[in-house]
């Protein structure tokens, strides 16, 4: 005995009419019945494929522009009665209520509609109110009823046809999928209406959705996937990256691959960034992006060895040439100039990635045990990150050369782990100190990477110098100007120590620690 059921009569109601005529053709040549409702109706009609209106079965007409059309006991009841159990069925017999063995429904499309328009009223019109419905209830009853929710599943639809219809384990699968789309779509509604309030800070919510399993996680020992957060058409990122040749992504590429697309878009310029365990190796501008992976490969060619390499701008045929001569884990730019990909291709581990279209996150979520911690993201756009807005306290003018590297290092530091120091050269970092636990630390390796190039540089620091010692460590190695937030009880301390070295400091009122 089948363990499938048949499937007689179909209610079909899609936004999306990406392959209706097709199915439609196919459930007619099996002789099931089809109601539809509005323009669905008119595509079926129009094709020849016999079908009855939801009007004509109800008896009551569509209103009020579409917002009450499938909203009749006619129809729920047809979709929520139990097929196995008599009292269901003796209560629709009286009521004169023809049950339904399948319902396709796709939704109006309010998250596309949100990212196309700021008109409140067009978006609350896309709000689908019976659709959601009539999945819902035909999800619930999937004992009796199969439900497709989504265009990508007409070629199972059709499989089933063929034998014979759905299993009851198939209908469970299908009706999980109507619950994860409704969950999503009632995200997506619920976060735009906050926000539209402004009462988003009051409840986060997110769909992602597994996009592949990892061989394994930081350490072999840890299991890992990656999701994509199904509203990453509003800011893409990594997660959105197409790999075009080499090995899988590792955990471990993926955060690296992140830290470094945000630290090259830091900047307007064509910029390469090279990152190594969260940290820059290098980061630079350069009038081509060429030029920009010389200086920032400079920075420490032994630690780039094996790091992830981001660019701002399609990554030239030069750069490539370049590139290869370098053991690099994964290479990520928003395009490629031809022949660009067949060089690095050569290396056959090599992961290289396109990412087309990239916007930094307006939001910062880290979790934590418990709970979730939000904040905006540290983008380097405040008043204070202009040196229009800076506040020199030490040493004479600067020239307009020495200030265009304060700036790139300003910017650079954002990308480096706290406690932070970055010295810079010709739009260029030439020692990083990083990730110490106290600033005097962080000097004394951005000096020591820089060795001799730290003469002449310039130096920014992520955060105020508690002390002068740290300052001076950046004196003694040559350092020729400083900027930094500002904001210590010893402001006067370090100052005075400026002065007395004769350098340029300026102060940024603003501060860039990273922590994560």
Same mark, same amino acid.
């Given at each position: @005995?089948?363990?499938?059921k048949?499937?007689r009569?179909? +209610?079909i109601?899609v936004?999306?009419?990406t392959?209706?005529?097709e199915?439609?053709r196919s +459930? ?5 019945e #089809? ?16 079908v ?7 008896g009551?007409?569509?209103? @009020?522009?579409?917002?009450?059309k499938?909203l ?5 009841g047809?979709i929520?009665?139990d ?7 003796a ?8 049950p ?12 596309q509609?949100?990212?196309?328009t ?16 009539m999945?819902? &209830? ?10 497709? !929710?989504s265009p990508?599943?007409?070629?199972? +639809?059709?499989?089933a046809l ?7 384990e198939?209908?469970?699968r299908l ?5 994860r789309?409704?969950?999503e ?18 409840w986060?919510a997110?769909i ?6 990892l061989r394994y ?11 994509t ?12 990256a197409?790999?075009l040749?080499g090995k899988e @992504? ?9 830290a470094?697309?945000r ?6 310029e064509?910029c390469v960034? #090279? ?6 190796? &290098? ?5 081509t992006?060429?030029?920009?992976y010389q200086?920032?490969?400079?920075c ?5 060895f ?12 030069s ?7 370098v053991?690099t884990?994964v290479v ?8 660009a ?7 056959p581990?090599i ?18 045990s418990?709970?979730l911690?939000v ?5 380097v ?5 202009s040196?229009a ?13 020495v ?6 290092a ?6 480096v782990?706290s ?13 990083v100190?990083m990730?110490q ?18 003469a002449g !540089?310039?130096?920014?620091?992520d ?13 003694d ?8 937030p500002?904001?210590?009880v ?14 340029? @400091? ?9 922590h994560?």
């Open positions: @005995m089948s363990t499938r048949p499937i009569r179909a +209610l109601s936004y999306d009419k392959g209706l005529v199915l439609g +459930l007619t040549e099996l002789g099931v #089809i109601l539809s409702t509005g323009s669905t109706a008119k595509t079926l009609s129009s094709a020849g494929i016999p009855t209106t939801v009007e004509e079965y109800t009551f007409p569509e209103i @009020m522009g579409g917002r009450v499938t009749h006991p006619r129809i729920h047809g929520l009665a097929q196995n159990n008599p009292e269901h069925l209560s629709i017999t009286s009521h004169d209520i023809a339904f063995d399948l319902i396709i429904i796709n939704l109006y499309p309010f998250a509609t949100i990212a196309a700021k008109d409140f009223a067009e978006c609350i019109e896309q709000i689908d109110i019976g659709g959601p419905s999945l819902r &209830g035909a999800a619930k009853n999937h004992g009796s009823v199969a439900v497709i !929710s990508s599943q007409y070629l199972l +639809l059709q499989n063929a034998q014979g219809g759905f299993t009851l198939e209908r469970r009706a999980m999928e109507v619950f789309t409704t969950a779509y009632d995200v997506a509604i619920a976060t735009w209406l906050g926000e539209q309030q402004g009462a988003g800070k009051e986060k997110a992602f959705h597994r996009t592949a399993s996680g930081e350490n072999p020992h840890q299991e890992a996937d990656v999701y957060n199904v509203a990453s058409w509003i800011e893409p990122g990594i997660a959105q197409v790999k040749h @992504m590792s955990f471990n590429n993926y955060t690296d691959a992140d470094a697309v630290s090259a878009y830091d900047h307007s064509p960034a #090279i990152i190594k365990h969260a940290n820059p190796c &290098g980061i630079a501008v350069g009038a992006i060429e030029a920009a200086k920032a490969h400079a420490d060619p032994t630690s780039a094996g790091g992830v390499v981001a660019t701002n701008r399609p990554l030239s045929l750069m490539a040439q370049a590139l290869s001569e053991f884990e990520i730019a928003p395009s490629y100039e031809t022949g990909v067949e060089v690095l291709s050569k290396k581990s992961r290289i990635l396109t990412l087309d279209r990239y916007v930094n996150p307006t939001l910062e979520r880290r979790p934590i418990g709970g911690l904040q905006k993201s540290d983008l756009n405040a008043p204070g990150d040196s807005h800076w506040s020199q306290v030490s040493g004479e003018p600067v020239s307009a050369e200030l265009a590297d304060l700036e790139f300003w910017r650079a530091v954002r990308a782990k406690n932070a120091i970055l010295l810079a050269h010709d739009g260029a970092s030439v020692g100190g990730g636990v106290n600033r005097l630390d962080s000097s004394r390796l951005a000096v020591a990477r820089a060795g001799a190039r730290a !540089s310039v130096a920014a620091s955060a105020f110098f508690p002390f002068a010692d740290g300052l001076q460590i950046l004196i190695a040559g350092v020729r100007a400083v900027v930094q500002g904001g210590s010893r402001d006067e301390e370090v100052i005075t120590a400026a002065k007395a070295a004769g350098i340029a @400091m300026f102060f940024t009122g603003v501060r860039h620690f990273s994560a």
